[in-house]
C-alpha cells in the first residue's frame, strides 16, 4: 500500500485496499437486472413478430402475406410498421443517453438507475395493455428510454463500487446478463406462442420482472462514493467507500477519487473535451468498435432468428426452439471470454472470432443461395441442421468477442476526465447502429436475400484488419497507464500523442497570455 497522507493521492497504478463486500455483490445483481432488461427488450421482439395473434392484432396486412403465400420467401415481413415496433425502442434510447449523461453527473448514478427502472416499469405496462399500434409503440419509446438512461448509469455505477482488480471482470458479467435476458426472453416466448389469443401479452409483460428488480435495487443501494464526492457530499462519500470496501484504510483512494473529481470538474464542457487531438484515438476507437459491432449482424440474427428461421422454411415450433439454442449458445460463448480475456487478451479474441464468424456466413449465404429461392425451399432437414449449426458457430465467435470487448474496451482506454462523456458517445453510437440494422434488416433481406450474409461478412473482413492494425492490446495495462504503455507506443496513434502537448500549451497559452512555452 502505498504511504497515503491525508491529502496525498496515491501513486498511479496502485492497488487500493479492499474486500469483495456484500455490497458490492448487491451491485452485481444490479447490473445483472440492467443488463437482462436490455437482453430482454433485445430478444422478446423476434418471438412476438412472429406469433400469429399479434400479428392478426396489429399488422393484420402482415400476417395475411405471411398465410397467402404470395409473396416472396424473403419478404414476408418486411413491413415499415413492423419494424418500427421492433427499432422505436432503439431510437428513443439514443436520444435518451444524452439527457443520462446529464442526470449521472448531476444527480447521481442511483437516481439514475431508479429512473430506468420506472421509464421501464411504465413502458412494460403500456406494451402489456396494448390495444393498438400506438400504445405497442408508446410502450417500446419509454422500454427505450429506460434503456438509455440504465445502460449509461448501470456500468458507470459498477466500474465505480468494484474493487480494481475485478473491475474487467464485472464488466463483462454485464454482457452476460444481456445474453441471459435474450436467453430469457427467447424461452417465454417459446411458451407463451402456445397460448392462444394473448400469448404475446404475456411476453411482453414478463419484462416487469427485471423492471421491477432495477427499481427496487436502486432504491437499496447507496450512490457511489465517486459520484457523492464529486456532487460535494465528501463526509458521505467516505463512509460510503469505508462500507464497500470493508477495510479502515481508506484514505489513499479516497484522496484520488477527490483529485480525479477536481481534474474532471476543471472540463467544463465534457463532450467538447472529447474532441480534443489527445483523445482521438479512444473516441475512433469506441465509436468504430460499437459500429462494428453492430455490422457483424448480430442482432439481424438475435432480433429476427424466429423471423429467419420461418423464412428457412422452420415450422413455427422448431423456429422458436432454434432461438432457444442461440440464446444458449450466447449465454455460455461470454463465459468463455470473461474466462480467457484477462490470459488472452482483446486481440485475439477479435482476431480468431473474425475468422470464425467470417466462415459462418459465407456458408449460411451458399446453402440459402442454393436452396432457398424465392418461392420455394427445399431445404432438407440436413441443410437446416447446418444452417442451425452455422447460426450458433457465429453467435459463439461473437459472444467471446465483439459483444463483451465493444463495451469493454472503450470503458477501460478512456481517461478519467472523458470517461463519462465517451461512455455516453458509446451507449448512443451502439444504439444508432442498433437501430439502423433493426430498421433496415427485413427490407434487406428482401432485396439482397441470401447475400445479407455475404454483405455481413465483408464487413468482418473489415473489422478484422481494423483490430489487426490499429487496435492496440490493452490486456493488464492498468486504466491510469494507458497514456504511456498503450497510445504513446503505437506505430499509428502516438502521432495524436503529441497533440496532448499542443493541446496543452494551447491551454497555457490562453491562460498565461504567454507563447505557450513552459516553464
Ligand atoms: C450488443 C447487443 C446485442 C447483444 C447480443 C451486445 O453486446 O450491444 O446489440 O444484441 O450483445 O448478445
Same mark, same amino acid.
Given at each position: 500500500?502505498? #504511504?497515503?497522507?491525508?491529502?496525498?493521492?496515491?501513486?498511479?497504478?496502485?492497488?487500493?485496499?479492499?474486500?469483495?463486500?456484500?455490497?458490492?455483490?448487491?451491485?452485481?445483481?444490479?447490473?445483472?437486472?440492467?443488463?437482462?432488461?436490455?437482453?430482454?427488450?433485445?430478444?422478446?421482439?423476434?418471438?412476438?413478430?412472429?406469433?400469429?395473434?399479434?400479428?392478426?392484432?396489429?399488422?393484420?396486412?402482415?400476417?395475411?402475406?405471411?398465410?397467402?403465400?404470395?409473396?416472396?420467401?424473403?419478404?414476408?415481413?418486411?413491413?415499415?410498421?413492423?419494424?418500427?415496433?421492433?427499432?422505436?425502442?432503439? +431510437?428513443?434510447?439514443?436520444?435518451?443517453?444524452?439527457?443520462?449523461?446529464?442526470?449521472?453527473?448531476?444527480?447521481?448514478?442511483?437516481?439514475?438507475?431508479?429512473?430506468?427502472?420506472?421509464?421501464?416499469?411504465?413502458?412494460?405496462?403500456?406494451?402489456?395493455?396494448?390495444?393498438?399500434?400506438?400504445?405497442?409503440?408508446?410502450?417500446?419509446? +419509454?422500454?427505450?428510454?429506460?434503456?438509455?438512461?440504465?445502460?449509461?448509469?448501470?456500468?458507470?455505477? %459498477?466500474?465505480?463500487?468494484?474493487?480494481?482488480?475485478?473491475?474487467?471482470? !464485472?464488466?463483462?458479467?454485464?454482457?452476460?446478463?444481456?445474453?441471459?435476458?435474450?436467453?430469457?426472453?427467447?424461452?417465454?416466448?417459446?411458451?407463451?406462442?402456445?397460448?392462444?389469443?394473448?400469448?404475446?401479452?404475456?411476453?411482453?409483460?414478463?419484462?416487469?420482472?427485471?423492471?421491477?428488480?432495477?427499481?427496487?435495487?436502486?432504491?437499496?443501494?447507496?450512490?457511489?462514493?465517486?459520484?457523492?464526492?464529486?456532487?460535494?457530499?465528501?463526509?458521505?462519500?467516505?463512509?460510503?467507500?469505508?462500507?464497500?470496501?470493508?477495510?479502515?484504510?481508506?484514505?489513499?483512494?479516497?484522496?484520488?477519487? %477527490?483529485?480525479?473529481?477536481?481534474?474532471?470538474?476543471?472540463?467544463?464542457?465534457?463532450?467538447?473535451? %472529447?474532441?480534443?487531438?489527445?483523445?482521438?484515438?479512444?473516441?475512433?476507437?469506441?465509436?468504430? !468498435?460499437?459500429?462494428?459491432?453492430?455490422?457483424?449482424?448480430?442482432?439481424?440474427?438475435?432480433?429476427?432468428?424466429?423471423?429467419?428461421?420461418?423464412?428457412?422454411?422452420?415450422?413455427?415450433?422448431?423456429? +422458436?426452439?432454434?432461438? *432457444?439454442?442461440?440464446?444458449?449458445?450466447?449465454?455460455?460463448?461470454?463465459?468463455?471470454?470473461?474466462?480467457?480475456?484477462?490470459?488472452?487478451?482483446?486481440?485475439?479474441?477479435?482476431?480468431?472470432?473474425?475468422?470464425?464468424?467470417?466462415? #459462418?456466413?459465407?456458408?449460411?449465404?451458399?446453402?440459402?443461395?442454393?436452396?432457398?429461392?424465392?418461392?420455394?425451399?427445399?431445404?432438407?432437414?440436413?441443410?437446416?441442421?447446418?444452417?442451425?449449426?452455422?447460426?450458433?458457430?457465429?453467435?459463439?465467435?461473437?459472444?467471446?468477442? &465483439?459483444?463483451? %470487448?465493444?463495451?469493454?474496451?472503450?470503458?477501460?482506454?478512456?481517461?478519467?476526465?472523458?470517461?463519462?462523456?465517451?461512455?455516453?458517445?458509446?451507449?448512443?453510437?451502439?444504439?444508432?447502429?442498433?437501430?439502423?440494422?433493426?430498421?433496415?434488416?427485413?427490407?434487406?433481406?428482401?432485396?439482397?436475400?441470401?447475400?445479407?450474409?455475404?454483405?455481413?461478412?465483408? &464487413?468482418? *473482413?473489415?473489422?478484422?484488419?481494423?483490430?489487426?492494425?490499429?487496435?492496440?492490446?490493452?490486456?493488464? *495495462?492498468?486504466?491510469?497507464?494507458?497514456?504511456?504503455?498503450?497510445?504513446? /507506443?503505437?506505430?499509428? &496513434?502516438?502521432?495524436?500523442?503529441?497533440?496532448?502537448?499542443?493541446?496543452?500549451? /494551447?491551454?497555457?497559452?490562453?491562460?498565461?497570455?504567454?507563447?505557450?512555452?513552459?516553464?
Amino acid at each position: 500500500m502505498p #504511504a497515503g497522507g491525508f491529502s496525498v493521492a496515491a501513486p498511479a497504478g496502485t492497488q487500493f485496499e479492499a474486500k469483495i463486500t456484500p455490497i458490492v455483490i448487491i451491485s452485481c445483481i444490479l447490473a445483472a437486472t440492467g443488463g437482462l432488461m436490455f437482453g430482454y427488450d433485445v430478444g422478446i421482439s423476434g418471438g412476438v413478430t412472429s406469433m400469429d395473434d399479434f400479428l392478426k392484432k396489429f399488422f393484420p396486412e402482415v400476417y395475411r402475406r405471411k398465410h397467402e403465400e404470395i409473396d416472396s420467401n424473403y419478404c414476408k415481413y418486411d413491413n415499415q410498421g413492423l419494424q418500427l415496433f421492433t427499432s422505436s425502442l432503439y +431510437l428513443a434510447g439514443l436520444t435518451a443517453t444524452f439527457f443520462a449523461s446529464y442526470t449521472t453527473r448531476n444527480l447521481g448514478r442511483r437516481l439514475t438507475m431508479l429512473i430506468a427502472g420506472i421509464f421501464f416499469i411504465v413502458g412494460v405496462i403500456f406494451n402489456g395493455a396494448a390495444q393498438n399500434l400506438e400504445m405497442l409503440i408508446v410502450g417500446r419509446i +419509454l422500454l427505450g428510454c429506460g434503456v438509455g438512461f440504465a445502460n449509461q448509469a448501470v456500468p458507470l455505477f %459498477l466500474s465505480e463500487i468494484a474493487p480494481t482488480r475485478i473491475r474487467g471482470g !464485472l464488466n463483462i458479467l454485464f454482457q452476460l446478463n444481456v445474453t441471459i435476458g435474450i436467453l430469457f426472453a427467447n424461452l417465454v416466448n417459446y411458451g407463451t406462442s402456445k397460448i392462444h389469443p394473448w400469448g404475446w401479452r404475456l411476453s411482453l409483460s414478463l419484462a416487469m420482472i427485471p423492471a421491477v428488480l432495477l427499481t427496487v435495487g436502486a432504491l437499496i443501494v447507496v450512490d457511489t462514493p465517486n459520484s457523492l464526492i464529486e456532487r460535494g457530499r465528501l463526509e458521505e462519500g467516505k463512509a460510503v467507500l469505508r462500507k464497500i470496501r470493508g477495510v479502515d484504510n481508506i484514505e489513499p483512494e479516497f484522496n484520488e477519487i %477527490l483529485e480525479a473529481s477536481h481534474a474532471a470538474q476543471q472540463v467544463k464542457h465534457p463532450f467538447r473535451n %472529447l474532441l480534443l487531438r489527445r483523445n482521438r484515438p479512444q473516441l475512433v476507437i469506441a465509436i468504430l !468498435l460499437q459500429i462494428f459491432q453492430q455490422f457483424t449482424g448480430i442482432n439481424a440474427i438475435m432480433f429476427y432468428a424466429p423471423v429467419l428461421f420461418n423464412t428457412l422454411g422452420f415450422k413455427s415450433d422448431a423456429s +422458436l426452439y432454434s432461438a *432457444v439454442i442461440t440464446g444458449a449458445v450466447n449465454v455460455l460463448s461470454t463465459l468463455v471470454s470473461i474466462y480467457s480475456v484477462d490470459r488472452l487478451g482483446r486481440r485475439i479474441l477479435l482476431l480468431e472470432a473474425g475468422v470464425q464468424m467470417f466462415l #459462418a456466413q459465407v456458408v449460411i449465404a451458399i446453402v440459402l443461395g442454393i436452396k432457398v429461392t424465392d418461392h420455394s425451399d427445399n431445404l432438407s432437414h440436413g441443410y437446416a441442421i447446418l444452417v442451425v449449426v452455422m447460426i450458433c458457430t457465429f453467435v459463439s465467435s461473437f459472444a467471446w468477442s &465483439w459483444g463483451p %470487448l465493444g463495451w469493454l474496451i472503450p470503458s477501460e482506454t478512456f481517461p478519467l476526465e472523458t470517461r463519462s462523456a465517451g461512455q455516453s458517445v458509446t451507449v448512443c453510437t451502439n444504439l444508432l447502429f442498433t437501430f439502423v440494422i433493426a430498421q433496415a434488416f427485413l427490407s434487406m433481406l428482401c432485396h439482397l436475400k441470401y447475400a445479407i450474409f455475404a454483405f455481413f461478412a465483408s &464487413w468482418v *473482413v473489415v473489422m478484422s484488419l481494423f483490430v489487426l492494425f490499429l487496435l492496440p492490446e490493452t490486456k493488464n *495495462v492498468p486504466i491510469e497507464e494507458m497514456t504511456e504503455r498503450v497510445w504513446k /507506443q503505437h506505430w499509428f &496513434w502516438k502521432r495524436f500523442m503529441d497533440g496532448d502537448h499542443a493541446d496543452e500549451k /494551447q491551454g497555457y497559452k490562453r491562460a498565461n497570455g504567454s507563447n505557450g512555452v513552459q516553464p
